[in-house]
């Protein structure tokens, strides 16, 4: 069974950071491209960053570029996302992903809510 | 970035009944490899979003056949035949042809 499990979400003031971590099991891990998909309240989905094998080629989304860094450990079978200058519209379940080929995301974690507010 | 466009936003639907949920691109979604990355995906009510279709027409492991499909370059259908009180939820499409992957608005699915 695929399990993408996120933790290191929670209320962060505007100006603040964060790093949310995701642990893979049930994949072959250093074989799989990752990816964030975050999704405020209500809201539709949206692509944050992703990262390919070897962590050597990573890209993020202009919204959140220079903010936001997408890194790996393949010894840890982990996925990060470092948040730093966080505004109230990042606001959102981020979802750790599993992305095999051009986004096509086959594996989502649970989710977990990170909320920027004063 | 590229827009995707969702068709209805909102579709109730009569249990057993067919659903068709269209989705348009701002450009074609034909890649230089000539693969078409486009995908679908069902997110229930309080879960994470599952991936039913992928490259236009490829159903995932486990999807019911009563979800299929289809289209090409820039318009795009996910139908769903005979519909049935699991398949309430928001249906996505979203693109992976061109950076950033965009998704469609999303199409709330209720049983009437």
């Known amino acids: 069974e695929v399990k993408l499990v996120e933790s290191g979400g929670g209320l962060v003031q505007p100006g603040g950071s964060l790093r949310l971590s995701c642990v893979a099991s049930g994949i072959s891990f250093s074989n799989s491209w990752m990816a964030w998909v975050r999704q405020a309240p209500g809201k539709g989905l949206q692509w944050v960053a992703n990262?390919?094998?070897?962590?050597?080629?990573?890209s993020h989304v202009d919204s959140v570029r220079g903010r936001f860094t997408i890194s790996r450990d393949n010894a840890k079978n982990s996925l990060y996302l470092q948040m730093d200058s966080l505004r109230v519209e990042d606001t959102a379940v981020y979802y750790c992903?599993?992305?095999?080929?051009?986004?096509?995301?086959?594996?989502w974690g649970q989710g977990m809510l990170v909320t920027v507010s004063s | 970035d590229l827009v995707m466009t969702q068709s209805p936003l909102s579709l109730p639907v009569a249990p057993g009944q067919s659903a068709s949920i269209s989705c348009r691109s701002s450009?074609?979604?034909?890649?230089?490899?000539?693969?078409?990355?486009l995908t679908w995906f069902q997110q229930r009510p309080g879960q994470s979003p599952r991936r039913l279709i992928y490259e236009v027409s490829k159903r995932d492991s486990g999807v019911p056949d009563r979800f299929s499909g289809s289209g090409s370059g820039t318009d795009f259908t996910l139908k769903i035949s005979r519909v049935e009180a699991e398949d309430v939820g928001v249906y996505y499409c979203?693109?992976?042809?061109?950076?950033?992957?965009?998704f469609g608005q999303g199409t709330k699915v209720e049983i009437k």
């Open positions: 979203m693109q992976g042809t061109h950076w950033p992957p965009t």
């Open positions: 990262i390919n094998t070897d962590g050597s080629d990573k």
């Open positions: 992903a599993r992305d095999p080929h051009f986004a096509a995301v086959d594996h």
């Open positions: 450009q074609s979604l034909v890649y230089s490899d000539g693969n078409t990355y």
